[in-house]
């Protein structure tokens, strides 16, 4: 005898009002190609779905990097691979994209929508590390070098997004930040270990904040009271005193809770420290006439990134580097305000013969003086 009631479908997950607030609940934004429809409504709005992202001034890194059918490539900070499926594309047929990233939690799901898209297995090769030691994960694939390079300094907006990585102070999460959760220590750890000085010192050199002594005495003395565990806690302290400050709420007191996290973020991943150690192995990556480019967001990393191609440049590492930095589009900074605060440099690996020529130069130039 048959079942004359049938299967029902499954009940969508209830939340609060019409539409989904928590980034668990919004599952159409987590299945971009089951929902299309409904995260072309997010992304007309501005806004980048839950759990994806948007990769940032495409059409410029293209026009620098011009790959070509047949070149190795590299994408040294993975992400969501909008960058990477791209370059990825662009050095078929023949060519070969190496990706690393060092979250593993993204790196996985990242990996497996590339390979869904049909190119050819040999030509995507993934490794989980931290691009500090991006020389290593070349000279084992390339042995010679890559043709194209890039590396997006940036948070993905999956980090930012998932207030269980706590990156965020719009939602309540752990005051974690660490890019790789099954290694080193959280945010809330590091405070318990850092003195007023050393954390005002963070704060300005991480984040150029000028209230940097006020924060940090601010934040350790709430932090000895009750330990400051997650994100709301700490952005509250900051808030109150900005007040105690200012003696009023001002609309800039979000910018302090950021340059606050960011801060909190580069000293958890040592970030400035691993972003030294890749510029200084960068020439080594590259073929010769190979081109880079990277994208930093905040001042510290550009300052660094720019001082290297200098030096390159000067050193005769590098034969072209980026007059001035290029910026994302009006258009663009539209369509995704995240892209915003985004600064593109890039540079051209020198030839033996560039080399020669300049190093000649230099010589003559000097029995001349």
Wanted: hydrophobic fraction near 40%.
């Amino acid at each position: 005898m048959t079942d004359p009631t049938p299967d029902k479908p499954p009940r969508r997950p209830r939340y609060r009002g019409r539409n989904p607030r928590q980034y668990s609940e919004k599952y159409k934004e987590h299945q971009p190609e089951t929902y299309t429809e409904d995260v072309a409504k997010v992304i007309a709005r501005g806004n980048t779905p839950a759990g994806t992202h948007r990769p940032i001034m495409m059409r410029e890194i293209l026009k620098v990097l011009a790959p070509q059918s047949g070149e190795i490539a590299i994408d040294c900070t993975l992400g969501y691979g909008g960058h990477a499926q791209q370059l990825l594309a662009a050095v078929q047929p023949g060519g070969k994209l190496l990706a690393s990233d060092c979250d593993p939690i993204e790196l996985p799901k990242t990996e497996a929508r590339l390979r869904r898209m049909g190119f050819p297995p040999e030509s995507l090769v993934v490794k989980r590390m931290n691009f500090a030691g991006i020389i290593r994960f070349i000279e084992a694939e390339a042995p010679g070098g890559v043709d194209v390079l890039l590396a997006d300094l940036g948070l993905s907006s999956m980090q930012i997004d998932d207030p269980g990585r706590g990156f965020t102070f719009k939602v309540d999460g752990p005051l974690d930040m660490r890019m790789n959760p099954r290694h080193g220590q959280p945010a809330s750890a590091l405070l318990s270990k850092l003195s007023e000085h050393q954390l005002a010192r963070l704060l300005k050199d991480n984040a150029d904040e000028p209230l940097a002594g006020t924060l940090a005495r601010a934040i350790l003395l709430a932090h000895d009271r009750a330990p400051l565990t997650t994100t709301r806690e700490l952005a509250a302290v900051v808030r109150n005193a900005i007040v105690a400050h200012s003696h009023r709420l001002s609309e800039t007191s979000n910018d302090a809770v950021r340059r606050v996290f960011q801060a909190l973020r580069i000293a958890v991943n040592d970030e400035f420290g691993a972003l030294d150690a890749f510029l200084e192995q960068l020439p080594r990556c590259l073929k010769a006439g190979g081109r880079m480019a990277i994208l930093s967001f905040h001042s510290g990393e550009d300052r660094r990134v720019k001082n290297a191609l200098k030096n390159g440049l000067r050193d005769g590492r590098y034969a072209f580097i980026a007059e001035d930095v290029t910026r994302p589009s009006a258009e663009e900074q539209r369509a995704n305000p995240r892209s915003s605060s985004a600064k593109l440099r890039w540079a051209i690996r020198s030839t033996p013969a560039f080399a020669d020529n300049r190093n000649a130069f230099a010589d003559n130039g000097s029995a001349a003086g």
